[in-house]
């Protein structure tokens, strides 16, 4: 009894085995399928995804041209800090040759 046990357990492996490659397999493949349209070309992806990167690219021109410097630098906070100290450097130092 032992020894048919065995037996069964093996085959039943086996099978696991086989069910789990077969559904692996199918789940890839419908997940490929997914992110690869069928019937579209790579080439007509790349012109939609250049024309949009050109559209994007020019407004962002456009932003940064129309902003002034000031409102540029001070979005950065470590611009702002050193900005602060040169100007307390220069004050400390304007201040000693007011005598």
């Known amino acids: ?24 397999v199918l789940f890839v493949k419908e997940q490929r399928d997914k992110v690869v ?8 992806n790349n012109e939609e995804i250049n024309a949009k990167a ?3 690219r020019k407004e962002a021109i456009e932003r940064i041209s129309n902003a002034d ?6 979005s ?4 702002c ?3 602060a100290e ?3 450097r220069f004050r400390r130092r ?6």
């Open 1 to 24: 009894m032992k020894k048919v046990w065995e037996v069964i357990k093996k085959i039943g492996i086996w099978i696991a085995t086989v069910l789990v490659a077969i559904f692996t």
């Open 37 to 44: 349209p069928t019937g579209s070309t790579t080439s007509d």
């Open 54 to 56: 050109e559209a994007k």
């Open 69 to 74: 410097a000031r409102s540029i630098c001070e």
């Open 76 to 79: 950065y906070g470590s611009v």
């Open 81 to 83: 800090d050193t900005i």
């Open 86 to 88: 040169g100007k307390d």
């Open 94 to 99: 304007c201040k000693g040759t007011d005598n």
